[in-house]
């Protein structure tokens, strides 16, 4: 008996979120003219400013900085 009526609350609410997604779905904002999907699976979609030539450019920039920087401070304390 208990398990008929959650089938019954769960099936309203999945007719509900139907009725939301019909509603969402008017206004365009993809090329398909979706907000939400419930069907289908989980797409993650990571773009980065950063090529790989500029990391290295980077981080070889950060080392170099390091490197002046100690011998700055090295000649620093020779001249005292």
């Known amino acids: 008996m208990l398990i008929i009526e959650s089938y ?3 099936d309203a609410i999945h007719s509900a979120l139907l009725g ?5 779905n008017l206004s365009n904002l993809d090329d398909k003219g979706e907000l939400f999907d419930l069907v289908g699976s ?3 979609s ?3 400013n950063l090529t790989q030539k ?3 450019k ?3 920039a950060f080392i170099l900085g390091c490197l002046i920087g ?3 401070v ?3 304390r020779v001249v005292r």
């Not at 939301?20 to 969402?24: A, D, F, G, W, Y």
Request: glycine content about 0%.
């Open 58 to 60: 980077a981080i070889l």
């Open 70 to 72: 100690v011998v700055v």
């Open 42 to 44: 989980v797409e993650e």
């Open 46 to 48: 990571v773009s980065s």
């Open 8 to 10: 019954s609350e769960l």
């Open 20 to 24: 939301i997604l019909e509603v969402s």
């Open 54 to 56: 500029v990391e290295l």
């Open 74 to 76: 090295f000649i620093r």
